[in-house]
């Protein structure tokens, strides 16, 4: 048994009508299999290809919330309002796209009870990328490179993740685009950060939301939070 608090799990989707089925039920057998007291929040922006009637259908068999937002408003706000409707003390973050497997929960949960923050990452030791050519698995490195001078993190771009909530205590988080979990990393009141490995898989169903204006808020968003950093560090010298 993992000595852990009651943990919620943000899932913000759009247009995920054919991964959310299966996302589901696979965190709540991890659930079951290792006696873990979780809830799985998920947040759609109300996608026209019904993936909110699926959730509805699965909230009914499994401890599953429906936050239906009436438009399209970005992974970060839906991350944010997940974490606004949740009472646990620990919070999980996934994608709907079964690019994170849940299998890799229970380290996570177990990497907590050491440290604030606990990290899938693609770029420790036992991690990897599946499905991704050259080009991507570089670019994808890359950009995670352009992080990893705000916080010390192989992976800071990882978008699975779980911390405790206290971390964002009384904190402003003010994310443009997409890395809500670069947002916490920099601006988190945190001590330990944990980076677990785990193999990335590549998208099976559904359209990738990356897309040319997210690459712009993710160059947007980094330039502001380098500067959040050395403001704080100008302040305390």
């Known amino acids: 048994m993992i000595g852990v608090q009651e943990v919620s799990i943000i899932i913000p989707t759009y247009n995920e009508k054919e991964n959310i089925g299966k996302l589901i039920p696979a965190i709540f057998w991890v659930f079951s299999r290792n006696k873990i007291a979780g809830e799985v929040i998920v947040v759609d922006d109300n996608s026209p290809d019904g993936t909110a ?53 229970p380290q996570l949960l177990e990497a907590l009870e050491k440290s604030d923050i606990a990290i899938a990452s693609r770029f420790v030791k036992g991690g990897g990328i599946a499905g991704w050519s050259y080009f991507k698995r570089l670019r994808s490195r890359t950009a995670a490179l352009f992080a990893v001078g705000l916080t010390g993190v192989r992976d800071p771009m990882s978008g699975y993740f779980f911390f405790r909530k206290d971390v964002i205590g009384g904190v402003t988080l003010t994310p443009k685009g997409y890395k809500i979990g670069l947002e916490i990393l920099v601006k988190g009141r945190h001590g330990k950060i944990a980076e677990i490995p785990y193999l990335f898989y590549n998208r099976r169903s559904g359209k990738s939301k990356l897309n040319p204006g997210e690459v712009a808020n993710y160059l947007v968003h980094i330039a502001k939070l380098y500067a959040h950093k050395y403001s704080r560090i100008k302040r305390k010298a």
Do not use: T, Y
């Open 53 to 105: 009637d699926i959730v509805k259908g699965l909230s009914k068999k499994f401890n599953v919330r429906l936050i239906l937002r009436k438009r399209k408003s970005g992974l970060s706000s839906a991350v944010l309002e997940g974490i606004r409707h949740s009472k646990a003390g620990i919070i999980g973050v996934m994608d709907a796209d079964l690019s994170h497997p849940p299998d890799r929960i």
